[in-house]
């Protein structure tokens, strides 16, 4: 059991670039979120989705877009990379959202926007 | 949503009981209250969650009084390894659109 695992570890994009943070969970969870951490600051709520085929946006959703076709993968895509996306990005998943609402949360993936 | 309150930094030394209190006025009746801790370079790992009362586990107590508008996250015996930063969660997710926030945490820093 896994748990909650993201790919890549680490990416550097050129301006203008675009990538997909990929995010797969093992726990079979209906909910997955995806967080972005700047340096010393909270986590912000950027995707999130309460099951295949359902998303809604979160509190910073502007340059970033996710789909949810299985269970298990909620990739996250960044279109036209800018420097303000310089973050660590974090992948999560719960039960659900009330009852089991505990977040597991997978390593992070650092990404550099120069 | 439910806007959580937290202190930006507490000191404290090895062996010392860690209480950490987290405000939300705002708090809604079917909102949980979920603690979590970060490491430098990690995703947030859970500790403890409660709905009121008191609530143990093998790492932490929860305290919530009647009202729900604060709780305390309590630390017995810190050690140098619970240096990390502490964040308190209020809320649920649902298909309503009600989202979860992560306030800025709390910093604690435990010193020998």
């Known amino acids: 059991n896994a748990g909650v695992t993201q790919t890549p570890k680490f990416r550097i994009l050129k301006i203008g670039q675009s990538m997909t943070l990929q995010c797969t969970q093992d726990m079979n969870h209906n909910y997955m979120y995806w967080y972005r951490q700047d340096p010393g600051m909270g986590l912000k709520l950027i995707y999130y989705s309460v099951g295949a085929g359902i998303t809604d946006k979160g509190e910073v959703p502007n340059g970033y877009n996710v789909s949810r076709s299985t269970t298990e993968d909620f990739p996250l895509r960044l279109e036209l990379a800018a420097p303000s996306q310089t973050s660590v990005y974090f992948c999560?998943?719960?039960?659900?959202?009330?009852?089991?609402?505990?977040?597991?949360f997978g390593p992070g993936t650092r990404l550099l926007v120069l | 949503l439910a806007k959580t309150t937290q202190p930006i930094s507490m000191d404290s030394y090895e062996g010392q009981e860690v209480n950490i209190t987290c405000s939300h006025n705002?708090?809604?009746?079917?909102?949980?209250i979920t603690w979590y801790q970060q490491f430098p370079s990690q995703g947030p790992r859970f500790i403890i969650q409660?709905?009121?009362t008191k609530v143990t586990n093998e790492v932490a107590s929860l305290f919530i009084p009647a009202d729900r508008k604060s709780s305390t996250l309590s630390l017995p015996r810190v050690s140098l390894s619970d240096t990390a930063v502490y964040y308190c969660l209020v809320g649920v997710v649902n298909t309503g659109g009600f989202k979860t926030i992560f306030g800025a945490g709390t910093r604690l820093f435990v010193k020998a």
């Open positions: 705002n708090i809604a009746t079917n909102d949980y």
């Open positions: 999560a998943s719960s039960l659900d959202g009330s009852t089991n609402p505990t977040q597991y």
């Open positions: 409660g709905y009121k």
